[in-house]
Structure formats: C-alpha cells, structure tokens
C-alpha cells in the first residue's frame, strides 16, 4: 500500500505518475485497507490514503466537544442522556459515558438495539412504540436490560406496551411524553399528561419513571434571546405538569429534553433533570447559523467535529471544479467547505457535486482533497458506514456508524 512517503515521492516525481501507479493496485488497496481495519492496524494510515467520499472526525474537536458539554452538565447539576440519532455511534456514547453522561436518547428501537447490544446503560426510546414489531422489541430490550426505557404520549399505546409486557412478565419503565411545541409528539400538558401518567403509574408492568418534553422549534430558533423565550413557553406547559404530576404524588424522577441549541438555557431555568442535547459531539453548519451566548451570529460553543472527505475530479471550466461528492454524499447544496466558506458547493447528480469559486480566490486542483462540512448531521451520517478519525492527517480509530435507515434490522 501507498505511505504517506511514497504519495510524496511520487507527487514529487509526477501526480501523473502516482495515478497510474494508484490505479493498478486499486482492488488491492481497497482489500488492504478493510484488512487492516479489521485489525485496527492503522499505523501509517492517513486521510491522503482513504477512498472518498468519506466520513471524518476531527478528534481533538470531537473530544473538546464532550468535555464542553460533560463541564457543563456537572457545573449545572444536569445529568446528560445524549441523543444517538446524529451519530448511530456505540463508541461515541461510550466515550459520552466515560465523561459522566447516565445513558442515551434513541429515535428507534433499532438504534436502542444497537445501544443496548453495545453494553450501554441507560437507554431511553424517545418515540413511542406502536407497531406489533416495535412494542415486541421495546418489551424484550426491558426485559434484557432494567436500565432501558420508552416514553408513550398515549394512553392507547401505554395499554399495548402494558398488555405486550404482562404477557412476557415484564416490567418497562415508561416516561410521559409532553407536547412542548413541536406537534410532531407529545401529550397535552395538564390534565390530560397528568392522567396518562396515573394510568401509567398504575398499569402493573409498566414504571412510571418521569416526564419527557422535547422543543424542537427552540433548538435551532435563531439568537440566544429569541431561542430563550422560545424555550421558555415550549416547556411551559412540561413544567406545569411536573408541578402537578409531584402534587398528585406520582412518582417523576426524571424531566428529560433538550438539545445543543438550549443546552445553556434549559440549565439556567432549572427546568429539566437531564439533557438530551446530541449535535454538540459533531456540530453542523445549520447549528453554527443560531449563533451564541456570546457571539450573536456564530454559535461557537462546539466546534465542526466532522467533514466529508472529497476529491477533485476534473477542471475543465473556469471558476469550478468537480468533485466525488454528489446527492449520494451530501444531504444540501449549502454545505461549506473547511477552510474556504466563501466557496459554494452544488450537488450535480448522484455521485457528482460543483465547487463555485467565483468570489474566490482559491484554485483546487485535480486530485486534490476537500472537506465538506455537513450542514445536517443526522441526514449526513445515515449514508457512511463509518467514520475515519483523525488526529491531524493520521487516522487514529475507525468506527461503525449503525442502525442506519434501510438497515435490515430497522
Ligand atoms: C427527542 C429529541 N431529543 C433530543 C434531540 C437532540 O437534539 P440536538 O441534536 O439538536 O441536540 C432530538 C433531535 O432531534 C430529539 O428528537
């Protein structure tokens, strides 16, 4: 396989010349590389060497990002259950773990599976079961592990769950999912959580173990102020209903919600026992659009941890070149390449995207790599198997990305 030597030896000779010495041993480089993977034999191996398009992390960001949040959540008396659907990653909440965090969020029960499998504690399904399918494997991950749990805005769906694990002799522990402004989800707060709680409560197999309210619109509200009020009165209404579901005596041990977006607003209102913030570990250009506490334009809390590595491929007209990084690889045209935002990336087709570098100036050349910053994690992250992490140009780690949607398991 090509060192990083011998790529510059051969850059030095000719780029023409170590092209063709690259083509002829494509297959053999590809098989080298998942050998090696297989291994974890990395050493030597750096982003020059990988095929693209491909996912990377920059591990110093990554791991300034956990520290940020975990220094966070300490000082604020939070307790922090990250949400996996940005990054389908074991290792990541394992690392999350390490630095304090009492478990994970999870969209699916495919990506509970894939926690729970992983040997991590903690796991919260923060979407209702319904199917046949669903609340049968929401059932046997309560079974398989005591820790996990499910939250239900339905009295309907708590009487399933409940029925499903009687018949197994389960208990699950459940949590009240509270409208808090996104009408995606939620119960209406009051009365009727308050009754969806007892009903819970007093359903044999199932564990009343709290309220969950999750405002989606006030994560990416922009401005601090604005995404403040909005906050605000989207958990209005949750926090109303824990006052009420406490006074009836239920038992709420836990007020779960939020997101990187209010991480440092829900803490300052005291109103939640834990966070659900999951975008921090990576970041997004949409994210970086809010802005902060701070700087009101760039919301620089947490760094851009991840890039899609791409290619120059041809450069055969003014003021653009084509890369490897088309529909299949990026999920917008607005995405930004590191190190030169005032480029513009459009998609061309499926395996093809257009680098515009008009009011710039920059000059990319054939075969040279890029990094694309995505301007959404969870869309970005559901097409790559793994991600590459690097420290500097070295990659230091591979891991899986799972449960990804088409998966067989899903
Ligand atoms: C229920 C729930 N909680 C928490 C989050 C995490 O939000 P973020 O990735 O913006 O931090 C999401 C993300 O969509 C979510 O759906």
Same mark, same amino acid.
């Not at 939620?186 to 309210?213: F, H, Q, R, T, Y």
């Given at each position: ?47 020059? /060497? ?5 996912? #990377? ?26 949400? $996996? ?18 478990? $994970? ?33 929401? #059932? ?10 499910? #939250? $239900? ?127 921090? $570990? ?18 620089? /809390? ?60 920059? /000059? ?20 790559? /198997? ?25």
């Amino acid at each position: 396989m090509n060192t990083r030597r011998q790529f510059l030896a051969a850059t030095a000779g000719g780029f023409c010349a170590f092209v063709a010495q690259a083509s002829t041993r494509t297959t053999s480089r590809y098989a080298e590389l998942e050998a090696r993977i297989a291994r974890r034999d990395l050493k030597n191996l750096f982003k020059e /060497d990988l095929p693209t398009p491909c996912m #990377v992390v920059d591990l110093e960001t990554f791991e300034k990002n956990l520290n940020t949040m975990a220094d966070h959540c300490r000082k604020a008396g939070l307790q922090l259950r990250g949400h $996996v659907k940005v990054h389908k990653s074991p290792e990541i909440a394992r690392r999350q773990a390490a630095l304090g965090s009492i478990g $994970v969020t999870c969209a699916t029960v495919a990506e509970c599976e894939l926690m729970v499998n992983a040997g991590i504690k903690g796991v919260l399904l923060t979407r209702q079961p319904t199917s046949k399918n669903n609340i049968g494997r929401t #059932v046997a991950l309560a079974r398989r592990e005591s820790t996990f749990g499910t #939250v $239900v805005d339905d009295p309907l769906a708590a009487e399933w769950l409940q029925e499903a694990a009687a018949s197994e002799g389960v208990t699950v522990r459940t949590v009240v999912d509270v409208y808090a402004g996104l009408t995606r989800h939620g119960i209406e707060p009051g009365g009727p959580a308050i009754e969806l709680a007892k009903k819970v409560d007093s359903s044999k197999n199932l564990k009343l173990i709290g309220l969950m309210g999750y405002s989606g619109g006030a994560s990416h509200t922009r401005g601090w102020n604005e995404r403040k009020k909005k906050s605000q009165n989207d958990l209005a209404g949750l926090l109303e209903s824990v006052a009420m579901a406490r006074a009836a005596g239920l038992p709420v041990s836990i007020v779960t919600g939020g997101s990187t977006g209010t991480y440092n607003i829900d803490s300052e209102s005291k109103s939640l026992t834990e966070l659900q913030a999951g975008s921090f $570990v990576f970041m997004d250009t949409l994210y970086r659009q809010i802005g902060g506490k701070q700087e009101p334009t760039v919301y620089s /809390d947490f760094g851009l941890a991840l890039t899609v590595m791409t290619t120059v491929i041809s450069q055969r007209h003014p003021h653009q070149v084509t890369i490897d990084a088309g529909n299949k690889a990026l999920l917008r045209p607005t995405d930004e390449v590191k190190g030169c935002p005032e480029v513009r990336v459009e998609n061309q087709g499926a395996e093809y995207g257009i680098l515009v570098l008009k009011d710039s100036d920059k /000059d990319f050349k054939l075969g040279e790599r890029l990094e694309l910053y995505p301007s959404n994690l969870d869309m970005s992250t559901n097409v790559y /198997d793994r991600y590459y992490v690097a420290r500097g140009e070295q990659i230091v780690d591979v891991w899986p990305i799972m449960g990804r949607s088409g998966a067989a398991h899903r």
